[in-house]
């Protein structure tokens, strides 16, 4: 344990206890009685107002007032961090092991009450989410840290299921987890505009010796949800998708996270999206197809003709297929 781990442990010790003398300190933290002394004389000097009380019953203890007021944080502030720890570990979060670390330091210096409330809200609070393995977490790490010290970084690219691998040198802006996927987001010198790729089809990473100026005010986050929502200040470019179905069907479809961005007007059984062109020939049918005979696309014909496309391409793939 650092020497501020075990500053932040006295200290937490002795608010914890109405009283707690030396000796108590030096074995609970496995350390000697006179690295206590100095260091509770170390708190006393940075302002920390420590009451020492000599005599059979003496001890260390804080002032009143002090130890009414929360060290670090309120219970609500505990809460939330760890709830926020648990989203943040579900996604892959490339510093996963210092996480946990803080979440189980911060466990340890609070007081039994609060610990108690800590532990029943952390029971009624759960996130399913596929987490990313170990080489991802790495690959992860190594992206984080050239964005933050603006380094290009060199990496062999697989754009697709049984594509080649490409060498792409970029200068890295931000990371992005989306849809459960991890994405860096940058300029990609190769194509020379901002381009965003996933994290988990990187075959290899290494940093160069060159570094970059990262663009004021860019927003990663933006880039990402600019690429894949319909651009509503450009309506002539939109086209107009109109489904039809079961109202339970249309309620689901209407919240999804990329048509509720799209959607124009809605009734009863219909609803009416306006998206762009290139939605209806990428991942819009896939989407669809999910519901099935519950709804029905009424308009465009290009769309129908992808669904009919797609379907019918499956149908003879599994067809084809020996079935015990």
Not at 96 to 103: C, H, T
Not at 117 to 123: K, P, R
Request: net charge negative; with cysteine.
């Amino acid at each position: 344990m650092s020497k501020a781990d075990q500053m932040l442990a006295i200290l937490w010790l002795i608010k914890s206890h109405k009283q707690i003398t030396a000796k108590q300190l030096a074995e609970k933290l496995e350390i000697h009685i006179r690295t206590v002394y100095r260091y509770i004389d170390a708190l006393c000097a940075s302002g920390v107002p420590i009451i020492s009380d000599s005599g059979h019953h003496g001890g260390y203890r804080l002032l009143g007032q002090f130890n009414e007021v929360p060290l670090v944080f309120d219970l609500d502030e505990q809460k939330a961090l760890i709830h926020a720890a648990s989203f943040a570990l579900e996604t892959g979060y490339p510093y996963g092991e210092k996480l946990s670390q803080a979440v189980a330091k911060l466990k340890l210096y609070t007081n039994r009450e609060q610990l108690e409330q800590i532990h029943l809200h952390e029971q009624g609070l759960d996130v399913i989410s596929p987490q990313a393995d170990a080489a991802e977490s790495s690959l992860l790490q190594e992206v984080e840290m050239a964005v933050a010290k603006r380094v290009t970084l060199r990496m062999h690219y697989q754009k697709g299921y049984g594509a080649a691998a490409e060498t792409r040198d970029l200068n890295p802006y931000g990371l992005v987890c989306w849809k459960n996927k991890w994405y860096v987001v940058g300029h990609c010198q190769l194509r020379n505009e901002i381009r965003s790729f996933r994290v988990d089809r990187i075959r290899e990473l290494s940093k160069m010796d060159t570094t970059f100026e990262r663009p004021i005010d860019f927003s990663a986050r933006q880039f990402i949800l600019t690429s894949v929502l319909p651009e509503v200040d450009k309506p002539e470019e939109l086209i107009s998708v109109k489904i039809t179905g079961s109202e339970q069907a249309l309620d689901d479809l209407c919240g999804h996270w990329f048509l509720a961005h799209a959607l124009v007007e809605r009734s009863q059984y219909e609803a009416h999206f306006q998206v762009q062109e290139k939605a209806i020939h990428t991942h819009l049918p896939y989407q669809l197809l999910s519901y099935g005979g519950t709804i029905q696309v009424k308009e465009p014909q290009m769309l129908i003709k992808m669904l009919r496309e797609i379907t019918l391409n499956l149908h003879h793939y599994y067809s084809s297929l020996p079935i015990d």
